[in-house]
């Protein structure tokens, strides 16, 4: 099973010493796996022998892994997971390697099953891994789907398309998501991930979550998470992502924090998590407040805009930006890092309103992390169907679908100003004046200055100096000479090992240009007696009163429209609270 990684814009592959992120699809179809190989499904006599690569921390040297296959190519199978659009060129060109050796490949992943599930046709990259032979497998293999792939390869048989997107399995008492320690270990922080619920009920038109995995939301239970976290915590693993889209939707949110907060306190076991929510999740009683006590200690929200007419745009109603500062300030109160996704380019976007509404962002909301993202067609979303349908262009290079790349036009924005603006975002938010401000709010709070410091660093490094987005960054970037992207020249030795160690030194030294920018300041916080006693717009206290000279809410499309539907909300629920009350009485 390998969980390939993309190539960057020199063509190498993007592979890290440590890479930020673990895999969660190679984590649950190495789960998967194990439980094939337990329940002997080839038969009392026949062994499964499982082998998992991530290449974002691991070079798949392919001609070493053929050799180690047995001469009869049908008792093998090359299995690339968890296949986004960005990766399926990197994906196409490992399948094409294998094929040319005589292996049996298949493909799973979002680029194939969100193009089986959004469009009318087989798209053309997809149509051309069938023609070399390679089986496409679109959707989840839980509920023993597993079985039927590996019974195929075993004949030498499989299928070109095993599609099950009308058929979504139920979660509970599925095998264990479970990596060996050997690839945590190549992770920073020696985190791995699981999931514990799919799909969403919103029908965010950027999302491909909700045509992929579903709208109808599927849950492990309490008992399955629990045997999670024992089972990585006994190889000695305790720190955790919690991949669901949005872990506030989940039914069973309680049930898992209580479990989580017993594990905690009664059995003593160190174990600390990163959970994903939308930005109503402070009107769930007690959510935040279990969320602190079951170790959740950062928390990414998907704020996505300031401006109530591109988040209607993109139809994500359920984002209130009138809340947005109370919400966040919950998080602080339980000592949580936040971040926050933002995207740029919806319709009403211009390079202006882009710089004026960071501003904004800096000034008056809490926020630890900020992420951008260009507005993306993802395939297999809503957005990508619609251009598609209507033939408008977008980029035919899918390597280049990773949230960090322009791969369409903006009605109003020229293709420059979009990627200036998208460029000149990051040095806004991680302005050397604003990562100290950042730092302050952290002292204020009684939190960590130094992890905050070291965040700030990698995600403004990430992007500014490796060129890649934080989310598919790590440390020190490896580069191996022969994974280059076919069609472009294998360098040779005398010229890329020079070339590579320069680049290294020279990368290094404007990680430490960052930090001399900001290191100063962050002696001084930490020596200020007086540190916890700052305060700024962003971390008062929330008044409703207040809310109307926030420029947030007068200065933002739609902004004063929201405060007026929020407060007569409130009107007509203290109406309804008060007839109630006069009806017991």
Not at 135 to 153: M, Q
Not at 187 to 203: K, N
Not at 321 to 330: D, G, K, S
Not at 516 to 533: F, G, L, M, T
Request: proline content about 5%.
């Amino acid at each position: 099973m390998i969980k390939p990684s993309h190539y960057d814009d020199d063509g190498y592959v993007i592979q890290w010493y440590r890479s930020y992120i673990p895999s969660n699809t190679l984590a649950s179809l190495h789960g998967l796996g194990q439980d094939c190989q337990s329940r002997k499904v080839l038969g009392a006599d026949t062994e499964i022998e499982l082998s998992t690569y991530d290449e974002t921390n691991a070079r798949v040297d392919i001609p070493r892994i053929v050799r180690d296959l047995p001469d009869d190519r049908t008792a093998s199978l090359v299995a690339l997971v968890g296949v986004q659009s960005n990766q399926f060129p990197r994906a196409l060109d490992m399948a094409r390697q294998f094929r040319r050796n005589g292996c049996q490949v298949a493909i799973g992943g979002f680029h194939v099953s969100g193009t089986i599930s959004m469009l009318k046709d087989i798209q053309p990259d997809v149509q051309e891994a069938i023609d070399l032979g390679v089986s496409i497998f679109a959707g989840e293999a839980e509920d023993n789907r597993l079985d039927e792939v590996l019974r195929d390869a075993s004949r030498g048989r499989l299928k070109p398309i095993y599609n099950y997107m009308s058929d979504l399995p139920d979660m509970s008492g599925q095998p264990t998501p479970l990596l060996p320690a050997r690839h945590i270990q190549r992770t920073a922080g020696s985190h791995t991930s699981f999931d514990l619920g799919r799909g969403c009920p919103f029908q965010c038109s950027f999302c491909t979550i909700i045509n992929v995995q579903g709208r109808k939301s599927r849950f492990r239970s309490a008992d399955d998470l629990e045997k999670i976290i024992r089972e990585n915590y006994a190889q000695g693993i305790n720190r955790f992502f919690i991949t669901d889209d949005n872990f506030a939707r989940n039914r069973d949110w309680e049930s898992f924090f209580d479990r989580l907060i017993y594990l905690r306190k009664e059995e003593k076991l160190d174990i600390k998590f990163i959970i994903q929510v939308d930005t109503l999740c402070h009107r769930i009683k007690n959510f935040i407040e279990k969320a602190g006590a079951a170790g959740v200690t950062r928390v990414f929200i998907g704020l996505e805009n300031i401006n109530p007419d591109n988040l209607a745009a993109a139809k994500k109603k359920q984002n209130r930006i009138v809340e947005y500062r109370e919400m966040l300030q919950a998080w602080k109160a339980v000592g949580a890092t936040t971040y926050a996704g933002y995207i740029l380019g919806f319709p009403g976007d211009t390079y202006d309103s882009i710089m004026h509404d960071i501003e904004i962002v800096k000034r008056e909301l809490p926020l630890d992390l900020l992420e951008f993202f260009y507005l993306t067609p993802l395939p297999g979303s809503e957005d990508h169907k619609t251009l598609h349908e209507n033939g408008v262009w977008m980029d035919p290079d899918m390597n280049k679908y990773d949230l960090n790349h322009r791969v369409s036009h903006h009605p109003t924005m020229s293709d420059e100003e979009w990627e200036r603006a998208y460029q000149d975002a990051w040095d806004r938010y991680y302005s050397p004046e604003h990562m100290k401000t950042v730092m302050r709010r952290m002292a204020a709070n009684g939190r960590s200055v130094s992890k905050i410091l070291f965040l700030m660093l990698l995600f403004k490094g990430s992007v500014k100096i490796e060129g890649v987005h934080p989310l598919e960054a790590g440390f020190i970037r490896r580069k191996s000479r022969k994974d280059r992207r076919p069609g472009l020249p294998v360098e040779p030795v005398w010229r890329f090992y020079p070339s590579y160690a320069l680049e290294t030194v020279v990368k290094h030294w404007k990680w430490l240009k960052i930090l001399a920018s900001v290191y100063p300041e962050y002696r001084r916080i930490k020596r200020d007696p007086n540190r916890r006693q700052y305060s700024d717009v962003a971390i008062a206290p929330v008044e409703d009163a207040a809310l109307e000279g926030l420029d947030l809410i007068s200065q933002t499309r739609g902004g004063a429209a929201a405060l007026t539907k929020m407060k007569k909300d409130r009107e007509r629920m203290d109406h309804v609270r008060a007839e109630r009350q006069s009806a017991v009485q």
